[in-house]
């Protein structure tokens, strides 16, 4: 692997976690006059923490800020016309910096909106049929994290036959 791409994997990977670094589950609290989701409820940083302490409205902010987290960082690798490998590297970054914040002391949320996020910037389809599949199970079973484990597990036969027996569904 030559020089060029090792620096070109480094920036995206680095600005991808950068901003998956972002909590928009503290901010949108911290806007709201909600109680700080660290330290009230299930104590984790995530959309369905938020709905519990603040409702709808800030869950949705919520759920859409960390799916933005993860769009962007991959959406503007594949807009340039990156090698897998670099769009693969944004999207893991953005990813680990949902997980392991470094603003907020390395302890983030569950990553699961901010996977979608990805999952649409790769492949919209996919991501709407994953999404489905996981307001399904949540709405059937009325358990997050069930539907977001279900869905996970899920996820690379979607992405089987989506991309074939390829690097970009592995």
Known sequence: MDTQIIITI??????GYLLGSISTAIITCKLMGLPDPRTDG????GTTNVLRLGGKKA???TLAGDMIKGLIPALIATSMDMPHGVVAAAGLGAFLGHLFPVFYGFKGGKGVATAAGIIFALHWPLGLALGALWMVMALGFKISSLAALTTAALMPLGAFYVFG???AAW
Do not use: G, Q, V
């Open 165 to 167: 027996n390829a690097p």
């Open 10 to 15: 480094s920036i995206f990977a680095l600005a």
């Open 42 to 45: 299930s104590k984790n940083p």
């Open 59 to 61: 869950a949705a902010i």
